[in-house]
């Protein structure tokens, strides 16, 4: 993102090539794994929540400290239902 603030990128569009980039990451071993089903929901939200992660980077004035604990926090709280779920049946 500083990056891109250094080459005149507006905020909005550090936010989305930021937040798409987070998506896509995040949902590329389900891609590498065929499962387009899985892949494209979680792209989509973990691409929402990059974006928010952004906002939150630009938000506290490009500090990366806030949405690291931010990122810890949310998945202290969301991983242990991923890993849950599936052992109860609930997960397809």
Same mark, same amino acid.
């Given at each position: 993102m500083d990056y891109l603030l250094s080459i005149g990128f507006p905020y909005l569009s550090q936010v989305l090539i930021s937040g798409i980039t987070f998506g896509i990451v995040h949902g590329a071993w389900l891609l590498l794994r065929g499962e387009i089903k899985i892949?494209?929901?979680? $792209? +989509?939200?973990?691409?929402?929540?990059g974006? *928010?992660?952004? @906002?939150l980077?630009?938000?506290?004035?490009?500090s $990366? +400290?806030?949405p690291i604990i931010a990122h810890v *926090?949310?998945? @202290?709280?969301?991983?242990?239902?991923?890993?849950?779920l599936p052992l109860q049946g609930n997960g397809k």
């Open positions: 892949a494209l929901p979680a $792209i +989509l939200s973990t691409t929402i929540l974006c *928010l992660l952004a @906002m980077y630009i938000y506290t004035g490009r $990366i +400290l806030a *926090l949310i998945n @202290m709280v969301t991983e242990p239902w991923f890993c849950y």
